[in-house]
């Protein structure tokens, strides 16, 4: 009897055994050598640089389109891998002057302008300038820097961030960690809804968290904004940035104190007209209507297949640049072929289950990120997947190159449940959670899964860390380090041989890990009580 009761023991443990085995060996499969092939090839010259609707992006699709074919994906949206996005790629002359104040200002070297309207010719003329400190309304903080304000006609000069970054205030909006109030986006959003004719941010390396090189680089050449059959006419009529010095100079001439006025506003809402300072630019732009795609592709689930987990990542970057002189191309290796080669690893070890998961997986592949999260903004307002089908969503962007390290970031740490479903998945490799790095540069509202999350989707954000494992480790990540961030933007952001991706691998198989359990789960994912954002109501 004792035999019969042990060997009928051993019989309920094989099923454990098998799915843990079979769990493993896909795990496993996850690489540092199968991530630097696809990295390597997405980064190739070849691609020109990944610009939406650009020479590079059909051989783009068709690469991922052979690669989820071999692993059993099926098309995502119908019986195609493609879902078309409808752009307007609007590109701004550079012969555009800024003229303020008796003073003309040069495009690239002290400012950049231009327009979100589907328009060939916008301008500010004589608009009378209106420093608004960060730009904010937000009724829920009790901040309102537009309070009294008529802005017709008038342009809104902007402070980057949001008023809790450099004042370290915690009970300024929330301390130190950026809120989307700080992005460049809301700013003009918000300058929109104010009805002002035009709006220009204050470039400040820190706060921004680049340099005004990215500004150059990112905000030039071909734009692109959603179609939109009114051309975009509720947005303001120009928009742009200026250099830090240029904004002293300005508050300088109008008798005011940038500096007084910046503290000011880190305190409470301020407005403050510029004096007599008028603004004046005229923007000439070549609009084009354009098409791009986002891919999605599918592993249908076995017994949940209408549930899915949506992995993200943006296969765009900013194409060339023919205006520059050498290398031209922007190759976007560490952003975002890195998050595409992450998706691809993850497709293949679903692939490799015997018992394949029991809601469905879907990897989408996002266009346009790098013009304001446009393709994934697209997809969030015209879901293939119906929201209330949607359980999570897992985004990669800009994967660890640096090797090894004793813990991972998460962007939005306690935001939801997804914190737990990672640091389940954590424990296996003896790393520890934390919150994301440089919580000020506001990277929660920075990337794709930010879309997911405004209609409701929990959405998990994470990757990296800064302690490594070891002492050589450590050494490669002081010199690689310093060239991985001096080339964000830039077209220097290569794939290079020398890498590790020894970290990426490992963030990769978590990401695995934590799509894994989502997907064999009957659970949903929610926000968590202190979060902003609310799942769809089923």
């Avoid at 302008?113 to 328009?119: A, D, K, L, N, V």
């Avoid at 008798?255 to 007599?276: E, R, S």
């Avoid at 949506?310 to 765009?316: I, L, N, P």
């Amino acid at each position: 009897m004792i035999k019969k009761i042990a060997a009928l023991s051993l019989l309920a443990l094989q099923p454990a055994i098998a799915a843990d085995n079979d769990f493993d060996k896909a795990y496993q499969s996850i690489s540092e050598s199968d991530l630097k092939v696809h990295v390597k090839e997405i980064a190739d010259d070849k691609y020109m640089g990944r610009l939406p609707t650009g020479p590079g992006e059909k051989l783009l699709l068709d690469y991922l389109t052979k690669q989820f074919t071999s692993y059993g994906f099926v098309p995502g949206n119908g019986d195609s891998f493609l879902q078309p996005v409808d752009l307007v790629e609007i590109t701004a002359s550079e012969d555009q002057v800024l003229s303020i104040g008796g003073k003309e200002y040069a495009y690239r070297k002290d400012m950049v302008m231009g327009t979100s309207r589907t328009s060939e010719f916008e301008e500010i003329k004589d608009s009378e300038l209106v420093f608004v400190g960060y730009g904010i309304n937000a009724p829920e903080y009790n901040w309102n820097d537009y309070a009294g304000l008529d802005m017709k006609g008038k342009t809104a000069v902007i402070l980057v961030n949001d008023p809790g970054y450099e004042s370290g205030d915690d009970s300024k909006f929330q301390g130190t960690t950026m809120t989307y109030y700080g992005r460049w986006t809301y700013k003009y959003e918000e300058a929109s809804r104010q009805g002002a004719a035009g709006a220009i941010i204050i470039h400040e390396t820190a706060p921004a968290s680049y340099p005004w090189s990215v500004v150059e680089n990112s905000w030039t050449g071909p734009q692109y904004g959603l179609f939109k059959a009114d051309g975009n006419k509720e947005r303001i009529n120009v928009e742009g940035w200026i250099q830090a010095d240029v904004a002293k100079e300005l508050f300088t001439k109008a008798g005011l104190d940038f500096a007084a006025l910046k503290k000011q506003a880190m305190q409470k809402p301020t407005n403050i007209d510029l004096g007599d300072l008028t603004a004046s630019v005229k923007v000439n732009s070549k609009v084009k209507p354009s098409k791009s795609y986002n891919f999605i592709a599918t592993l249908p689930g076995t017994k949940r297949p209408d549930e899915h987990v949506v992995y993200t990542a943006h296969w765009d970057h900013i194409g060339v640049d023919k205006s520059k002189k050498g290398d031209q191309i922007y190759n976007g290796a560490h952003d975002n072929a890195t998050g595409i080669g992450g998706v691809l690893e993850i497709a293949q070890a679903f692939s490799m289950l015997e018992t394949k998961p029991e809601r469905s997986v879907t990897i989408l592949a996002v266009t346009a990120e790098e013009q304001g999260l446009l393709g994934s903004k697209y997809y969030a307002q015209n879901p293939i997947i119906p929201l209330t089908k949607t359980v999570a969503n897992i985004n990669m962007d800009s994967l660890n190159v640096l090797g090894k390290v004793k813990e991972i970031n998460v962007q939005g740490k306690g935001k939801s449940d997804m914190d737990n479903y990672l640091a389940n998945a954590v424990k296996k490799q003896n790393r520890v959670l934390v919150e994301g790095e440089n919580p000020s540069a506001g990277y929660y509202y920075r990337s794709d899964h930010f879309n997911f999350a405004k209609v409701g989707i929990p959405a998990l954000y994470a990757g990296g860390g800064v302690t490594p494992v070891d002492e050589k480790t450590a050494e490669y990540r002081k010199k690689m380090s310093l060239i991985v961030r001096g080339c964000y933007h830039q077209p220097c952001d290569k794939y290079r041989e020398s890498w590790d991706l020894s970290g990426a691998q490992q963030d990769v198989q978590l990401f695995f890990d934590v799509g894994y359990q989502i997907s064999n789960s009957d659970k949903w994912p929610n926000w968590s009580k202190g979060a902003e954002f609310k799942r769809p109501s089923k």
